[in-house]
C-alpha cells in the first residue's frame, strides 16, 4: 500500500512536472523573422500583413478564428449565437460579453467603452481606417454595461462576425488613443508603434521598419502565459534569408512567409535544424478563360467585351480540353512542392465550404484531344496546329512577370501545343498588371488575351463576397473604367439568382451547400476558370519552438500565448 | 560613292597595303586576338551550334525525370528546373542576345556618327542637333522605353509576328536610346579635326564637304567611335535583360542570357551552374568585344600604328 501510493505519488509528480514548468516567462526570448519589416504596430492604420501580424502579439479582437476557420472566443466570454441569444433574430444585432477581469497591459480594467471606441476609432471618415470593411454595415456600437458590447447593424446581417473578430479587428485602449481620432490618427506616433494591448506581449522598443522588441504582458489573463519572457521581431531581408535563419542557421525560431523553390525546401529541411508549415487560405493560382474577343481587329471598346462572344473558347469543348491536358500535380512539384496542392476548385477551404469536385487531378491528354476532334477542330493542313474554316486554333497566354509564372507558362504551352493548339506567350511586369490603371491594355481587367493566370483569394472565410464577383454585373467593361472583378465576363442568370439566394440565407449548412453549387458552377461546369494550384503561405519554424499551429484565417501567431521551447 | 570606286582602281595597293597593316598591328595585341578568337567561338556556337546539337525533344513527362541536372554527357551544360537542355537554351539566348547587341550597337553608332558629324562639321546645325542630343541624354531612358514597347509592341507584332516584332522594336529601341555618347565624343573630335592644316588645304582646294568628311575626318574619328561601340554591345546586352526582367522585352518562352541569369538566380545556391553559364557568356562577350575594340583603336590610329 505505502509503495502504491509513494509510486502513484512519484507519477502525479510526473504528469503534473510539464504544467508546473509553464510558468510565464521560463523559456526565454523568442526570435521571430519577417522578410518585410513592421512599420506599424497598429493594423487599423496598415494593410500589410507584417504590421497586422505583429500587431496580434499585442492587441486582441473580442474572437479569433482557428486553423479550421471556426471562431474561437479571445476577449469575449463566448461566442454569440443565434441559439444563446447574443444574435437577435431578425439578425440586426449582435451582442458581446466580455471575460470577466480582463486588465490592459498597463493594470487598468478593460471595458465595453474601449470597443465603443475603438468603432468609433475606424468609422471615424476622416481617419482613413485601413479596416474600415470590418466595419462596414455598423449601424452604432453601445455598451449594455461596463462589459457587454451590443453591435447593431443598418440591416440583417448574416454574418455579423466582422466588427471585433480576427487580427484585423482588435480592441484598442481608449485612454491612450482618445486623442487619435480623426485626422490626428497617423499622428500618434507613441501610441501606433507601442498601443497597450491585452495580448500575450507588450511592446518595449520599436524601430520603424527594423525590430520590435516585446516583453511578456504581466497583466495576461492566463497566468502561466506566455512561456517566453522576451520575445523580438527582426525585418527585413528575403524569404529564402529569412527560412535559412531558422533551417539552417538556428538563429531564428519562426519565420514568416518563406516562398522558396521547393528544391530549395528540402535541401534546408535536410538541415534538420526547422520545418516548414504551411497555411492553406484560399488562395488558388488560376487560369482565366476568356469569354468574349479580345482580338485586336475589333475597335477600341468593343474588345474583351460582351458585344463579341470569343471565337474559340466559347465552345465549352475547347475549354474542358485545355482543362484536361494539364497535369496540376507536375505544376505543383515543379513551383510550390510543399506549399501548394492542386486544386479543381475556386474556394478550396475552408474544409466544410469547399467542393468535392476532384475531376480535373489526373491528366487526360487522350479525352482531351477527343473533345476538340468533337468540337471539329482537326489539323486539316498538317502544320501540327488545329484548324476549323480556316482558322487555327491560337490562343494568347498572359500572366505576370514571375518565375514560378513563366515555368508553369512552359509546361502548359507545351502541353497546349502537344494538343494541337498554337500558343503564344507574354509576361507582364505585376504593377502593371494588377494595376488597374484604364489607360494601360495590358491590365488584368481588360483582358486583352485569350487565356490569363494569375492567383486570387478570398479575404473572408465566408466567400459570399468572393463569389459575388462572378455576378454578369461585375464584368469589365468601358463604361465602368474597366473595374469589376468579373474578369472572364461570366454570364449565367441562374449563378445571379443563386448568389442573391445566398446573401440571403443563414442557416450556415445551407449557405455552405449554395457556395459548392457556385464553385461548381463557374469550375467544372462551365470551364470558365481553370483552378491549378491551391497556395499556401508557406513559414518556417525551429524543432526548438513548440506549439505552432499555423492558421490561414487569422494571424499566424494567433496562439502565440500558447507558444513554447521544446526542452 | 562614285568618286570613291575609281580611286580605288587607280591605287589597288594602298588600301590593300593599309588594310595589311593594320592586320599587323592588330595581331601584335594579344588580347585583341584573344578577344577575337573568343568571340568568334561563341558567335559560331551560337550559329553552327543548333546544327550540330540537335538532342530529342522530351515531352513533359520524360523532362520532369531529368530536371535539375548536373553536366553530363546527354546534357553537357546540365538541364533546368523543368528538365530542358541547357546547352541548348544557351544557343537558343545567345543568338537572341548577340543579335540585340550587335544590331543596336550599329544603330547606335551610325545615328550617333552621323548626328556628331553634321553637329561638329556644320556650324548651324551645331547648336540645334546638339540641344536635341541633350534632350535625348536628359529623358530617362527605361520610362521610355517602357512606353515605347507599351505603345508598339502589338502593333509591330501583328504585322511581323511576335517574335520578329519584339526583336525590332528592341533593337530600335535600344539603338534610338543610346547613341548619344557616340554623337558627343564624335563631336568634339570633329571640331579639332576640321582646323586641322590638312582639312583646310583639302577646304582651299574646293573639295565638298561630303569629301572632306569621308576621306579626312571620319578615318579620325574611328577610334573614338570603336571605344563607344564596344562598350555599346554591353550595354545593348544588358538594357535588353532589364527589358525582359521587367516583362517587357522577348515573350517569356523566348530565352535570351539576361532572361537565364534572371531565372537561374533563386536557383544559385543549389545550382550556381545556372547562373554561371550566362553570367559567364555575358562577361566573355563584353570583354573580348572591349578588347577587340582596344586592339582596333590602335590598328586604325596611324599615329601608333608602325610604333
Same mark, same amino acid.
Request: hydrophobic share 45%; aromatic share 8%; with cysteine.
Given at each position: ?7 502513484l505519488?512519484a507519477?502525479? @509528480? ?22 518585410q ?5 497598429t ?16 492587441l ?10 471556426v471562431l ?15 444574435i437577435?433574430?431578425?439578425l ?17 480594467p478593460?471595458t465595453?467603452d474601449?470597443? @465603443? ?14 479596416q ?14 461596463a462589459?457587454?458590447i ?24 481608449k ?31 520599436f ?5 520590435v ?9 492566463d ?11 527582426k ?7 529569412s527560412?535559412r ?22 535541401a534546408?529541411t535536410a ?6 508549415? @504551411?497555411?492553406f487560405?484560399?488562395l488558388?493560382e488560376r ?7 479580345p ?9 474583351s ?6 471565337? $474559340?473558347?466559347?465552345d ?10 494539364? /497535369? ?6 515543379v ?11 475556386v474556394?478550396?477551404g475552408?474544409?466544410?465550404w469547399?467542393?468535392?469536385?476532384t ?12 473533345l476538340? /476532334? ?9 502544320d501540327?496546329i ?7 486554333l491560337? $490562343? ?14 512552359a ?17 507582364? /511586369?505585376?504593377?502593371?498588371?494588377f494595376?488597374?490603371?484604364?489607360g ?7 483582358f486583352y488575351?485569350?487565356v &490569363? ?21 461585375n ?22 439568382a443563386?448568389?442573391? &439566394?445566398?446573401t440571403?440565407?443563414? /442557416?450556415?449548412?445551407?449557405?455552405? &451547400? ?5 464553385n ?22 525551429s ?16 496562439? @502565440?500565448?500558447d ?5 | 560613292?562614285?568618286d ?20 599587323q ?11 577575337l578568337?573568343?568571340?568568334? *567561338?561563341?558567335?559560331?556556337?551560337v550559329?553552327?551550334?543548333? #546544327? =550540330?546539337?540537335q538532342p530529342?525533344k ?9 530536371? !535539375? ?8 551544360l546540365g538541364t ?6 541547357m546547352?541548348?537554351r544557351?544557343m537558343?539566348?545567345?543568338k ?5 547587341? *550587335?544590331?543596336?550597337?550599329i ?23 546638339m540641344?536635341?542630343?541633350?534632350? *535625348?541624354?536628359?529623358?530617362p531612358l527605361?520610362?521610355?522605353l517602357?512606353v515605347?514597347?507599351? =505603345?508598339?509592341?502589338?502593333? +509591330?507584332?501583328s ?10 522594336? +528592341?533593337?530600335f529601341a535600344?539603338g ?13 573630335e570633329v571640331?579639332? =579635326?576640321?582646323?586641322?592644316e590638312y582639312?583646310?588645304a583639302?577646304?582651299?582646294i574646293?573639295?565638298?564637304?561630303r569629301?572632306?568628311?569621308l576621306?579626312? +575626318?571620319?578615318?579620325n574619328?574611328?577610334s ?17 535583360s ?11 518562352? *523566348? ?9 537561374g ?17 555575358i ?6 568585344? !572591349? #578588347? +577587340?575594340?582596344?586592339g ?6 596611324p599615329?601608333i600604328?608602325?610604333?
Amino acid at each position: 500500500m505505502k509503495l502504491k501510493s509513494a509510486l502513484l505519488g512519484a507519477v502525479c @509528480v510526473f504528469a503534473f512536472a510539464p504544467a508546473a514548468f509553464a510558468e510565464r516567462g521560463a523559456d526565454g526570448e523568442l526570435k521571430l523573422t519577417f522578410p518585410q519589416a513592421v512599420s506599424i504596430m497598429t493594423p487599423y492604420l496598415s494593410g500589410g500583413t507584417k504590421d497586422i501580424y505583429a500587431a496580434s502579439m499585442v492587441l486582441e479582437p473580442l474572437a479569433g478564428l482557428d486553423p479550421q476557420g471556426v471562431l474561437v472566443p479571445k476577449l469575449a466570454a463566448e461566442i454569440p449565437t443565434l441559439e444563446n441569444g447574443g444574435i437577435s433574430a431578425d439578425l440586426t444585432t449582435i451582442t458581446w460579453k466580455l471575460q470577466p477581469g480582463l486588465l490592459w497591459s498597463d493594470g487598468t480594467p478593460v471595458t465595453a467603452d474601449d470597443a @465603443v471606441f475603438t468603432a468609433a476609432y475606424c468609422m471615424d471618415p476622416a481617419g482613413g481606417c485601413a479596416q474600415a470593411t470590418k466595419y462596414e454595415g455598423v449601424a452604432s456600437v453601445e455598451a449594455v454595461d461596463a462589459t457587454t458590447i451590443k453591435v447593431t447593424f443598418t440591416g440583417p446581417k448574416p454574418n455579423p462576425y466582422t466588427a471585433f473578430v480576427g487580427a484585423l479587428a482588435p480592441i484598442l485602449q481608449k485612454a491612450q488613443f482618445a486623442n487619435c481620432l480623426g485626422a490626428a490618427a497617423p499622428t500618434c506616433t507613441d501610441a501606433n508603434n507601442m498601443p497597450i494591448g491585452t495580448g500575450p506581449f507588450m511592446v518595449t522598443g520599436f524601430t520603424v521598419n527594423d525590430t520590435v522588441s516585446l516583453t511578456a504582458n504581466p497583466n495576461y489573463r492566463d497566468p502561466a502565459k506566455p512561456a517566453f519572457a522576451t520575445a523580438v521581431i527582426k525585418g527585413g531581408g528575403d524569404a529564402e534569408g529569412s527560412a535559412r535563419a531558422v533551417m539552417e542557421t538556428g538563429e531564428f525560431d519562426y519565420a514568416w512567409n518563406t516562398q522558396i523553390p521547393p528544391d530549395s525546401q528540402t535541401a534546408m529541411t535536410a538541415a534538420g535544424k526547422g520545418q516548414f508549415v @504551411v497555411a492553406f487560405g484560399t488562395l488558388v493560382e488560376r487560369v482565366e478563360m476568356n469569354t468574349t474577343n479580345p482580338s485586336p481587329d475589333l475597335p477600341e471598346g468593343e474588345r474583351s467585351t460582351a458585344k463579341h462572344p470569343h471565337p $474559340i473558347l466559347s465552345d465549352i469543348k475547347v475549354r474542358t480540353a485545355l482543362s484536361k491536358a494539364i /497535369d496540376r500535380s507536375i505544376l505543383v512539384e515543379v513551383g510550390y512542392g510543399a506549399g501548394g496542392k492542386p486544386t479543381c476548385n475556386v474556394i478550396p477551404g475552408p474544409d466544410a465550404w469547399a467542393s468535392d469536385n476532384t475531376g480535373c487531378l489526373t491528366q487526360d491528354m487522350p479525352g482531351a484531344m477527343a473533345l476538340l /476532334d468533337e468540337a471539329g477542330w482537326k489539323d486539316s493542313d498538317g502544320d501540327g496546329i488545329r484548324d476549323k474554316d480556316g482558322k487555327k486554333l491560337s $490562343i494568347l497566354y498572359q500572366t505576370t512577370v514571375n518565375p514560378i509564372r513563366q515555368d508553369f507558362q512552359a509546361l502548359i504551352k507545351d502541353w497546349w501545343t502537344e494538343l494541337g493548339v498554337e500558343v503564344e506567350l507574354k509576361a507582364i /511586369d505585376p504593377g502593371v498588371f494588377f494595376g488597374g490603371d484604364p489607360g494601360s491594355p495590358d491590365t488584368f481587367q481588360k483582358f486583352y488575351a485569350d487565356v &490569363e493566370m494569375y492567383a486570387n483569394n478570398s479575404d473572408n472565410p465566408d466567400p459570399e463576397t468572393y463569389l459575388g464577383q462572378y455576378q454578369c454585373k461585375n464584368a469589365p467593361t468601358p463604361e465602368n473604367g474597366w473595374q469589376g472583378e468579373n474578369i472572364n465576363r461570366f454570364c449565367d442568370p441562374a449563378y445571379d439568382a443563386l448568389h442573391a &439566394e445566398l446573401t440571403k440565407t443563414t /442557416d450556415i449548412a445551407a449557405r455552405q &451547400e449554395i457556395a459548392k453549387k457556385l464553385n461548381d458552377m463557374v469550375t467544372k461546369d462551365s470551364m470558365t476558370v481553370i483552378p491549378l494550384v491551391h497556395r499556401g503561405t508557406l513559414s518556417a519554424h525551429s524543432l526548438t519552438l513548440g506549439g505552432v499551429a499555423i492558421n490561414a484565417w487569422d494571424s499566424e501567431l494567433w496562439n @502565440v500565448a500558447d507558444w513554447f521551447r521544446v526542452k | 560613292m562614285t568618286d570613291a570606286t575609281p580611286q580605288a582602281t587607280v591605287k589597288p595597293e594602298k588600301p590593300a597595303g593599309s588594310g595589311r597593316a593594320i592586320w599587323q598591328q592588330f595581331r601584335s595585341h594579344k588580347g585583341a586576338v584573344f578577344g577575337l578568337a573568343v568571340l568568334t *567561338f561563341l558567335v559560331l556556337a551560337v550559329l553552327i551550334g543548333p #546544327y =550540330l546539337w540537335q538532342p530529342e525533344k522530351l515531352s513533359v513527362a520524360q523532362a520532369m525525370k531529368v530536371r !535539375n541536372q548536373p553536366p553530363s554527357w546527354q546534357f553537357p551544360l546540365g538541364t533546368d528546373q523543368l528538365g530542358r537542355d541547357m546547352l541548348v537554351r544557351m544557343m537558343q539566348a545567345g543568338k537572341v542576345s548577340l543579335a540585340v547587341g *550587335f544590331v543596336a550597337m550599329i544603330i547606335a553608332i551610325t545615328v550617333g556618327t552621323l548626328i556628331g558629324v553634321l553637329a561638329g562639321y556644320f556650324r548651324r546645325l551645331d547648336g540645334p542637333l546638339m540641344r536635341m542630343t541633350d534632350m *535625348f541624354l536628359a529623358l530617362p531612358l527605361i520610362p521610355l522605353l517602357l512606353v515605347m514597347v507599351m =505603345l508598339f509592341r502589338d502593333r +509591330i507584332a501583328s504585322v511581323m509576328g511576335p517574335e520578329l516584332g519584339a526583336f525590332t522594336l +528592341i533593337v530600335f529601341a535600344i539603338g534610338i536610346t543610346s547613341w548619344m555618347q557616340a554623337a558627343r565624343i564624335v563631336r568634339g573630335e570633329v571640331l579639332a =579635326l576640321k582646323e586641322r592644316e590638312y582639312v583646310l588645304a583639302a577646304r582651299s582646294i574646293g573639295v565638298a564637304p561630303r569629301r572632306i568628311i569621308l576621306r579626312h +575626318i571620319l578615318p579620325n574619328v574611328v577610334s573614338p567611335v570603336m571605344v563607344a561601340a564596344t562598350l555599346g554591345v554591353a550595354e545593348a546586352i544588358i538594357t535588353e535583360s532589364v527589358l525582359s526582367f521587367l516583362g517587357l522585352g522577348f515573350p517569356p518562352d *523566348f530565352p535570351t542570357w539576361g532572361r537565364l541569369l534572371f531565372d537561374g538566380l533563386q536557383y544559385m545556391q543549389l545550382y550556381p551552374e545556372r547562373v554561371i553559364w550566362p553570367g559567364l557568356a555575358i562577361s566573355l562577350t563584353v570583354l573580348s568585344v !572591349n #578588347y +577587340i575594340g582596344d586592339g582596333l583603336r590602335d590598328a586604325l590610329d596611324p599615329r601608333i600604328r608602325g610604333r
